[in-house]
């Protein structure tokens, strides 16, 4: 028994200097974004890595999520006469919940992993001290760039797989159960509110930032040559993957709660 | 200068009580066994690692305990050239020897390339170079693009981790001569760690032995071979027997 609780201790003393030693790493980060130099290259490239090269992926997730999404919805809806809601629904579930929560879960498997990958590399390479003994602050050069880049890249991610989700649930109701493109296109904007897309925004820019903390939080403190960056590449999708769940429901509770 | 430095990792004392003095212009060279803690001295000299206790002043000023800012002023003064070279992989060469010019001195990037490759030509190595990436680059070269980097702002201290380790004879030879050279038209102090001695007796003014966490001797490069210190003599004629024990497991 007090070998059972002193595990559960040990367990919880553990988690809470982790979750010490990420918020100080993020503060950290952050602070050295309040003084110039600023690196908008870094920043710049990393838009370009997060963003435009995960189109695809993004693009791909949604289009096939709102057409599952519409078919589902078909089948459980027709057993009450409710067909007429599936544009309503597709919209509003990708908008508030599937298009920010897929996105950045594909996100968190491709772009938090080559971060941590990257900035692990650099660590047991000595790059990152020979970032220092140039003069150039690591959190400066290699941190903040990315985290910004990931606050602002992935709702612009988001928007594009919102457009693509919706057009996927079009798809399958007007070519598969032959559905009226003028109607669906009605009820699609009939019930939508700013709010909803904006809700979506607001949690993609935070699952934006947590991928890429989690990304270069794991990879630069990364040990132990290459299993070290193996694992540090492991920690940051699972990490991001399951923070990116919690602040979800944390922000839906938030925005929507009565 | 170095008083009294101690680095230890959990229980391992890696530095115990390091005193060490190097002069203005002189070339030093510390050598001692494999994972002994030389890399670890260096990086508490430049600050990479925050000793547990002891002093380190460079001209004058104590370097434990700085803060950010004032340490970068002071690393401007210093060139590093690291073991594995430390080549930044998404830069092509030019910018990587350009780095602290551009990122840590706010140069103009057309500025700090001129310099660049008027630094590569020192190394011996063409223009062409410049645009290739690191992964690119044979061992050897990747040494001579950091050895570039670690000058090409005209340090008044170059700190050398095993320069000539993983490379051929001739190729160490040609890195040696470069160091040689770099460190005389800079006039710089140069502070290298080695276990090459052929390397050390080439490139030293005076060499140290670090042997489980002390400097055990100190003297001049020409002084070695009359050391009178058992120690030293095993390290320098590399040989198995003798006062100094490597832990070998039978398979």
Known sequence: MLKALASLGAATLAFMAATGRIVIFTLTALATGLSPPYYLRVILRSMLDIGYFSLPVVGLTAIFTGMVLALQSYTGFSRFAAESAIATVVVLSVTRELGPVIAGLMVAGRVGAAMAAEIGTMRVTDQIDALTTLSTDPLRYLVLPRLLAGLITLPLLVVVADIIGVFGGYLVSIYKFGFNPETYLDRTFQYLHTSDVVSGLVKAAVFGFVVALMGCYHGYNSRGGAQGVGQATTYAVVSASILILVFDYGITQALFSQ | ?251
């Open chain 2, 1 to 251: 200068m170095v008083r009294g430095l101690r680095k230890s990792f959990g229980r391992n004392r890696v530095l115990d009580g390091i005193d060490l003095d190097v002069m203005a212009g002189e070339s030093i060279i510390v050598i001692g066994g494999s994972g002994i803690g030389k890399s670890v001295l260096v990086k508490c000299i430049l600050g990479l690692l925050r000793p547990d206790e002891g002093s380190v002043r460079i001209d004058g000023v104590e370097t434990v305990g700085l803060r950010r800012k004032a340490r970068e002023r002071l690393l401007q003064k210093c060139g590093v050239l690291f073991q594995g070279s430390a080549l930044f992989d998404s830069l092509p060469v030019w910018e990587n020897v350009a780095f602290g010019l551009i990122q840590g001195r706010g140069m103009e990037r057309a500025a700090a390339k001129e310099i660049a490759l008027e630094k590569l030509g020192a190394v011996g190595l063409g223009v062409e170079v410049g645009e290739l990436r690191p992964a690119e680059l044979s061992g050897g070269m990747q040494k001579r693009v950091a050895l570039a980097r670690a000058i090409a702002a005209d340090p008044e201290i170059i700190f050398f981790d095993e320069p000539t380790t993983g490379l051929d004879p001739i190729m160490a030879d040609v890195i040696n001569d470069l160091v040689l050279k770099c460190v005389h038209e800079l006039g710089a102090t140069a502070v290298s760690i080695t276990h090459d001695m052929v390397s050390a007796r080439k490139i030293a003014d005076r060499i140290a032995m670090l042997h489980k966490g002390q400097i055990i001797w100190q003297g001049s490069a020409a002084e070695i071979d009359r050391s009178g210190n058992p120690f030293v003599d095993q390290f320098i004629h590399g040989r198995a027997e003798g006062p100094i024990h490597m832990e070998v497991r039978i398979l």
